[in-house]
Each structure stands twice: as C-alpha cells, then as structure tokens.
C-alpha cells in the first residue's frame, strides 16, 4: 500500500490522515462542493471534489469515489464510519476495482449486516444472545409456551414493523394473550404480515460493547467500553473500561466477543455490541458493527494502541501482532456536537469565531475545527471529541471537568454545557447509569449556554 | 404583489413529507398561513417550514432535495 483513498469526512477523516502520515502513506481526500474548506482536505496531499454537497450524490457515489481513486493512483480506500463503512457492495466494488478496502471483506460485512445471520454466529460461537423466539412466530399458542420458557416481561415486536413500531410489553402470562393477539392482528393491518416475535425485555440494562481486531485468521479483543447515556439512540458520552462489570464478567463479555470475530474469519477493526443487565450481571450480544467506531479513541487512551493505523496494516496483508493487550487506568469520551442543549439540541451550523483546544496530560481532542472554519449544514453535527485518560474513573472525571473548563468553541452552540451538567450529576459520579437514564434526567435539567455561543 | 417564503435555517430543502408521497403543496395551490410548505434538512434533523402569509403559491424557485442557504426564497406567493 501507497497511496490511501479517504472515502469520507469531518473528524474522522482527519484521523485517518493522521493515522495514515504515521505509516508513511500518502493520502486523498475525497470532499463534496460544500466541503472543500474542511481541515482533511487541507491535511491531504492530495484532494478530489467527487460531487454536490447531498451525501447521495458525494460520500454515498460509489463510481465518483473509484474514479478519484483511479485519477489519483490511489490503491487503497478507508472508508471510516458512517456513509459506506458497512455496505457490502462498495467492499466489493473496491475489491472488484483492484484496490484494497480498509475493512473485512464484502461477505463478512453481508453476513453481520443481516441480525437474524449475525445473531446466528454468535449463538454459533457461544455468546449469549437475548432470550427470544428465534424466528417468526403465527401461532399464538406457541408464542404463549415460549413467553413463559423465556420468562416475563417479554416484548413483542411485529416481524414486519420496524424503529420500534408497535412494540408491546406483557409483564405477566394473562396479558400476554391479549397483547399478542392485538400485535399480530395490528401487523397483519398495518404490514398484510401478522407474524410477530418474542424477546426478553430488559429492564435496567447498559450498553457495553467490545472492540476487536483480527487479520482474517486470528483475532484477539482490546476490552469493554460503555456507552450508557444515550438520547435518541445516540450515544453521547463513552467510558472504558466498563466500571459495572466485575472482572470475571468483564473477561467473559470481552472472551465471547474475540471469539465471534475468530468465528467469521473477521478482518479489521470491529465491535461487538451487548446489553448488560445491570439487575441480573448477564450479558446478551446485540449486533456487530463492522467499522472503526466514533469511540475508539477510548480503547485507544486504555490500551496506548493506535487502531486506525492498525487496521491499515491489516488490510496491507499484515498480521495481527497482538495477544491480550494490557489495559492500564479509565477513559471517557465526550461528543461535542453543533446542536443548542438549551433547545432540544437543535442543530447550529455556523462560524467558528474562536477556537482553544484542551492541552495536558491525559487529554485528547480529535475534532475537525479551526477559526474561521463554517460548518455545513449538510451532514451530521459531530464537531469534536474530547477524550480524557487517567488512573482511575475518579480521575478520569476530574481531568474531564478540567478538560471541559479549558475547551472553548466559539461562534456556535455545542454540547458543552450537557457534560459540565452530566459531570456534577450524582448517577453520573457514582457510575448508577443505565440507555434509559439520560432522556428522563435532560426533562429535569436547563442547560443554557454558557458566554460561548454568539 | 408577491410574498416571498425564506428558510430560516440552511440545509437541504424537500418538497415532500417523504420521497414517495406528494408534495405539499403544487404551484397554483392555494396556502394560508401556518401551511407547512415543505421541509429543511439541517445536520439530520428536519424542520417543517410554515408560510407566514395567505395567497396562492406562483412558483418554488428551489428543486426538490437541493441544498439551500438561511435566507434564501423557497417559495413565491402571489
């Protein structure tokens, strides 16, 4: 490998330059009309407009993007997260173009793209998945039979539903028959599908999840993050290792995880995503993403391993160097996005006027800002992470809230304000956090900005 | 005499609620105030945009999913 293709934007994208100079390759950024004055396209050697600003016609054009590759002499492409990290026909395209993708092959991407497929592979390699039907069920005896094995509450999901459509929750037996019946009649209207599944619900559970990293024969995992606080399935606010787990379980969790990846033969940088009940200290599998995550940074601050790079690497033929990596102190992620919490995170788009990155000991900001620099109101409003390193999670807290005090972004609204309130909520301190705590606790708060905003 | 509608935010401009539904609105419709025109797509989030006059739509001078600036016209009322 010579010369790498970035197949996308903001932040990441000049994480991948960075990661990329590391190792001694020249870089292409790929860039649409309205982002040709963003920080990776002046860190490239080279730059290639490949459209209009609407993703569809830019980030998402599989034939603009191999073009610029092809132009530029460019014989590999990162595809970084989001756009077309996890679809399976630009994996092929790039393979089918003779240029190496940064990233598993098209197959694997396919086969833990489809959940019913990838929950499949864990069961096959032993990690536990949520209790459920395993299937579609239509007859509602045996919907009642597998409720009561799984055991109560359960949820039922309409097969042909979907973004949490007409999700019902039965706590108990007797109304499990009613609710069922009223979920399928409703698919069978509102889909012509009255085909529903069962699966145990969780109430109290956190999002834990695994990185790992194999080179298509051996793969090998680099620990826990969590990522609890979530608003609107988002996450925004990352931490690792995971301070609910206790070791025994952590080494289990992060065990199964290596073990799925060494299942499918799996080739770069993934995650293995779980939900762990926080009542019970089970772990169930949810999904596999087959990309570098926006958290990495925190496996990265943990372990002291560079994975962009390392799975650069990889994908040039090398192999795996590592065993069980060490882990050493807590890390924790912030996502500072253009969006006002002060009104309900609506997006801000606009000028940097003022900008002062947080320097130290412990600290990190990868972010795609400089003064003068306009936002585009195009993609998605992550600005910045911030991601702070210390001995141990009490530390780690304390380096953010300095860290935070530091940071100055002005011109725009960010969420800011969100983690200095976050920082001095008692759930937050004492790690008592679960996906469903944030929404309830933002209703309570008012997070006006601070003297930042123009 | 015309009323001009502006976007308030910039962002990617739709005329329809969704890709396979109709527009809003069509050029000779009548609008009232409070009328939701169309939508503007600001960092994946959508905010509807609501005339702010009664009359009875002359033109839409931006495209279905084209890019749009804050201030710019996005209707013409007559």
């Given at each position: 490998m010579d010369k790498l293709l970035i197949a996308n934007r903001g932040e990441i994208a000049v994480r991948i330059i960075h990661a990329a100079q590391s190792l001694g390759l020249k870089t292409v950024q790929v860039y649409s009309a309205a982002d040709a004055e963003m920080l990776a396209v002046k860190l490239a050697d080279e730059a290639v407009e490949i459209g209009p600003p609407q993703a569809a016609k830019s980030y998402l054009n599989i034939d603009a993007i191999l073009q610029a590759a092809k132009e530029t002499g460019a014989d590999a492409i990162h595809p970084g997260y989001g756009f077309l990290a996890e679809n399976a026909g630009f994996a092929q395209a790039v393979a089918d173009a003779g240029l190496i993708f940064v990233g598993p092959d098209a197959a694997t991407i396919r086969l833990m793209g489809d959940k019913a497929a990838a929950r499949q592979q864990a069961s096959l390699a032993g990690v536990p998945t949520v209790p459920g039907s395993d299937g579609i069920i239509t007859d509602m005896e045996a919907a009642a039979q597998i409720a009561e094995e799984i055991g109560f509450p359960v949820m039922i999901k309409a097969a042909a539903g979907g973004g949490g459509r007409g999700i019902r929750v039965a706590e108990d037996a007797g109304t499990f028959r009613a609710l069922a019946a009223q979920a399928a009649s409703e698919a069978k209207a509102a889909f012509g599908d009255g085909g529903i599944y069962i699966e145990k619900l969780i109430a109290r559970a956190r999002h834990v999840e695994v990185q790992v990293l194999g080179d298509g024969h051996d793969a090998t995992h680099f620990w826990d993050r969590e990522c609890s606080l979530q608003r609107r399935r988002q996450k925004v606010w990352e931490e690792g290792p995971s301070a609910a787990l206790d070791e025994p379980t952590r080494e289990a969790l992060c065990g199964s995880a290596a073990a799925l990846a060494r299942k499918v033969g799996y080739k770069g940088a993934g995650t293995v995503e779980y939900l762990y009940d926080d009542t019970t200290g089970a772990f169930y599998f949810i999904e596999m993403n087959t990309r570098i995550q926006v958290e990495h940074p925190v496996t990265e601050m943990i372990t002291g391993f560079d994975l962009v790079a390392e799975m650069i690497r990889i994908a040039d033929g090398?192999?795996?160097?590592?065993g069980l990596t060490p882990r050493r102190g807590h890390a924790i992620e912030v996502r500072l996005n253009a969006e006002d919490p002060a009104n309900n995170f609506m997006p801000f788009p606009g000028v940097v006027s003022g900008l002062e990155v947080p320097e130290g000991d412990g600290i990190r900001f990868d972010h795609m800002l400089y003064e003068g620099y306009a936002i585009p109101p195009f993609y998605d409003s992550l600005l910045g992470k911030l991601i702070v390193h210390g001995t141990s999670r009490a530390d780690a807290l304390d380096r953010l809230a300095g860290a935070l005090a530091q940071l100055r972004i002005e011109g725009l609204a960010t969420t800011k304000p969100l983690f200095e309130a976050l920082l001095k909520a008692e759930d937050v301190q004492s790690n008592a956090?679960?996906?469903?705590?944030?929404e309830p606790w933002l209703e309570t708060q008012d997070l006006t900005q601070g003297d930042e905003a123009a | 005499m015309s009323h001009e509608i502006k976007s308030p935010i910039p962002g990617t401009f739709y005329r329809k609620p969704s890709p396979d539904e109709p527009p809003f609105k069509a050029e000779g419709d009548a609008v009232a105030k409070g009328d939701v025109i169309g939508l503007v797509e600001v960092m994946k989030s959508f905010h509807q945009i609501q005339s702010d006059a009664d009359g009875v739509v002359a033109s839409f001078p931006v495209e279905d999913g084209e890019p749009v600036m804050a201030g710019q016209v996005l209707a013409v009322l007559s």
């Open positions: 090398q192999k795996l160097r590592h956090v679960h996906t469903k705590w944030l | -």
